[in-house]
């Protein structure tokens, strides 16, 4: 999964199967935003194939972890994403108060 | 010797003493070019996302992304909810995150369609597998979180499977019959349809073999007892019959996402656009200003009295803004005098869902997708 020298950990390519643009560009932006990273990107070797290179150079630290780090930055985000929108959601209802959704009813 | 002393002095002094450059924040040009998509007659500029973090490090501006500042800044504002359309805002979220929670909306979100069709009789103009077709893209109103995923070494059960029966006659003799997606009717019990096995060891007293196992009815599970599963819309045309026609079939309904076919998919669509800025960088007045109300097709500008008779332009309604353009058509001064911007981290989310789940807890479910998968990632790291 991961491409790179056996020597050098700062700098490597990881290779995600069963993956596009979905969340190859999610995690792209996450590394950019930490400062340790001097190079990352994405890149797709074949529309059929699902496949996507991921890489990664940072200053110094392992690659791996600096990756590992910004996944779950992306939860993070995510988690907090679906708990404002939820709220949000609650309070219009609150504010709008519409029919009971009947969903499966006919 | 009076001009190296001259040249000392020169080097000592430093742009960033002058009292009117902000220290720590970006010069109003730059803060415009990293925050909006400026649209031009030509094409818009400034497209992309400022994302490294050391983008502005000569300035002394930090650009990272600091958790806590995203989660201060993160706000969501719904606009319109009903059962089937949501409009809302999502503001302070960069363009890639909003794009991933459009494609896993439109390809990763799972549904419940009709896959296999088992057809014991068709004696109507509509060929089997047009008729399969039609009947997989019919929207089925049941709720994929309570079904688990069928692959292909299962039997279908009462956890993965949901069976509907149709069986329409047209009489001879009588006018044409259209079959609409109302006939298709519920089984909870499972396949009707008994699988012709010959092996020695069944014997003849034993229940016949089905082409599903279903362990007990389907709708003695509680999920199901107040809401069958069935076609969302009743009215849709599946067939039509000439006198003397009829289907007789069994379709079974499984679980997939949009990624493997288009009938799985659970938006309708789902797309979201940046939020407008129109600004007027001068002043609009009297006859200009009429011209510009009239020029803009949704009604993005108004006129006001300013006193002494004069009118003046404002700008009332910048969401409604489409990006035609007129405003900004015919000239350096029409260009001169609007500004069409759009805020690059403010995005106007609609979802239109096909009614197995609202659209709201579409969204959540798209979000979830979206941890799962760095989960997964991650868990392939370690």
Redesign the interface.
């Known amino acids: 999964?991961?491409h790179g020298t056996f020597t050098d950990h700062s700098s490597a390519t990881?290779s995600?199967t069963e993956?596009d643009?979905?969340?190859a560009?999610?995690?792209?932006?996450?590394l950019?935003?930490?400062?340790r990273?001097t190079f990352c990107g994405y890149s797709i070797p074949h529309p059929s194939d699902a496949r996507v290179n991921i890489r990664v150079q940072t200053t110094g630290d392992p690659a791996?972890e600096v990756?590992?780090d910004a996944?779950?930055?992306?939860?993070?985000?995510?988690?907090?994403?679906?708990s404002?929108?939820?709220?949000?959601?609650d309070?219009?209802?609150i504010s709008?108060p519409?029919e009971e959704?009947?969903?499966?009813?006919? | 010797m009076a001009e190296n002393e001259g040249k000392e002095e020169e080097k000592k002094f430093s742009i960033w003493d002058l009292p009117d450059v902000p220290m720590g924040k970006l010069p109003p040009h730059l803060e415009l070019q990293r925050t909006r998509v400026v649209c031009n007659v030509d094409a818009p500029i400034h497209t992309e996302s400022i994302?490294?973090?050391?983008a502005y490090a000569s300035m002394g501006v930090?650009?990272?992304?600091r958790?806590d500042h995203?989660?201060n800044n993160?706000?969501?504002?719904?606009v319109r909810?009903?059962?089937e359309v949501m409009e809302?805002d999502?503001i302070g979220?960069?363009a890639?995150?909003a794009?991933?929670f459009r494609?896993?909306l439109i390809?990763?979100v799972p549904t419940m369609a009709i896959e296999k069709v088992l057809i014991a009789n068709n004696t109507s103009i509509v060929q089997d597998e047009v008729l399969s077709h039609r009947l997989g893209l019919i929207p089925i109103?049941?709720?994929p979180r309570l079904f688990e995923y069928m692959s292909d070494n299962d039997q279908p059960n009462e956890k993965n499977t949901i069976v509907f029966k149709l069986h329409v006659r047209c009489k001879k003799g009588g006018p044409r019959f259209t079959v609409k997606s109302?006939e298709l009717k519920w089984l909870p019990q499972g396949s009707e349809f008994v699988k012709d096995s010959r092996s020695a060891t069944s014997s003849s007293n034993s229940k016949p073999e089905t082409y599903t196992s279903f362990t007990c009815r389907q709708d003695s599970l509680p999920d199901f007892v107040?809401?069958?599963?069935?076609p969302k819309y009743?009215d849709i045309i599946t067939a039509i019959l000439g006198p003397g026609q009829e289907i007789e079939l069994e379709a079974h309904a499984v679980k997939g996402i949009g990624k493997t076919h288009a009938k799985w998919s659970p938006v309708g669509t789902a797309w979201y656009r940046m939020l407008p800025e129109v600004v007027l960088l001068k002043e609009v007045e009297d006859d200009v200003a009429e011209e510009l109300k009239r020029r803009c097709p949704v009604n993005v500008f108004d006129i006001e009295d300013i006193g002494n008779g004069k009118k003046s332009a404002t700008v009332a309604r910048p969401r409604d803004c489409t990006l035609c353009r007129e405003c900004i058509r015919g000239g350096e001064e029409w260009e001169k005098r609007v500004a069409l911007r759009r805020v690059k981290d403010h995005f106007i989310f609609t979802i239109e869902s096909t009614?197995?789940?609202?659209p709201?807890v579409l969204?959540?479910e798209a979000?979830?997708v979206?941890?799962d998968?760095?989960?997964r990632?991650?868990t392939?790291?370690?």
Do not use: W
């Open positions: 999964m991961e990881f995600l993956e643009h979905t969340l560009n999610a995690v792209r932006f996450t950019n935003q930490d400062p990273v791996r990756l590992k996944c779950q930055d992306l939860m993070l985000m995510c988690r907090h994403v679906r404002t929108f939820d709220k949000a959601v309070e219009f209802k709008n519409v959704m009947n969903i499966g009813k006919k | 994302q490294y973090s050391g930090d650009n990272s992304l958790l995203f989660s993160f706000r969501v504002e719904v909810l009903t059962e809302f999502m979220i960069d890639a995150i794009n991933a494609r896993i390809a990763e109103s049941a709720d109302d107040n809401n069958a599963p069935g009743l009614g197995a789940l609202p709201e969204f959540t979000v979830k979206l941890e998968k760095c989960e990632v991650i392939d790291l370690s």
